[in-house]
Nanobody, 120 residues
Framework: QVQLVESGGGSVQAGGSLRLSCAAS????????MAWFRQAPGKEREGVAA???????KYSDHVKDRFTISTDNAMNTLYLQMNSLKPEDTAIYYC??????????????WGQGTQVTVSS
């Protein structure tokens, strides 16, 4: 029903910046919020940042004050501005969309992911 495609990943040095984008297609009215998750080598997938249709925002403690999530009004496109990147931010970043409820829960759709690598 919904397809999510990430872009904007790459390799940067510590302290650098990247902006990730996620384009949604299909039934884009079928979800209430969108989010970015990431999975680092040897670790579980974790929520990074989320945005709902009422302009609510949620960030992982790991990225507070460094990352900013944003979206267009129709929530067809999701962005993640990542500043002051650290090597521990290295991961595959996934775009997701889900239902109302607790943050990070109710995910209905997942993108395929985009690699972010931060070197020191």
């Amino acid at each position: 029903q919904v397809q999510l495609v990430e872009s904007g990943g790459g390799s940067v040095q510590a302290g650098g910046s990247l902006r990730l984008s996620c384009a949604a297609s299909g039934d884009t009215s079928s979800y209430y919020y969108m989010a970015w998750f990431r999975q680092a080598p040897g670790k579980e997938r974790e929520g990074v940042a989320a945005a709902n249709r009422r302009n609510g925002r949620k960030y992982s403690d790991h990225v507070k004050d460094r990352f900013t999530i944003s979206t267009d009004n129709a929530m067809n496109t999701l962005y993640l501005q990542m500043n002051s990147l650290k090597p521990e931010d290295t991961a595959i970043y996934y775009c997701a969309a889900g239902d109302p409820g607790a943050w990070w829960a109710g995910i209905k759709y997942w993108g395929q992911g985009t690699q972010v690598t931060v070197s020191s």
